[in-house]
């Protein structure tokens, strides 16, 4: 199995097993909050570009990440 193949399989299976227990606790009265996630990253992205940190890395390894 190719390595893009095992991680397709491994997100299937995530995404499988998080609709089976947000099914779950919705089925028991509880509710399922849904983050923005598009205001999270950002927010991360910025803290991180302002830290010594993005100083290491190179400009593909920022691209990569915003890629997923």
Known sequence: MT???ATDSSDRQYLDQEAELKA?????GLKVCVPDMDAFRDHAQRMYLESP??????AE???EINRH
């Open 3 to 5: 390595v893009e193949k």
């Open 24 to 28: 779950f606790f919705e089925d028991e």
């Open 53 to 58: 940190l993005s100083q290491n890395w190179p």
């Open 61 to 63: 390894m920022l691209d």
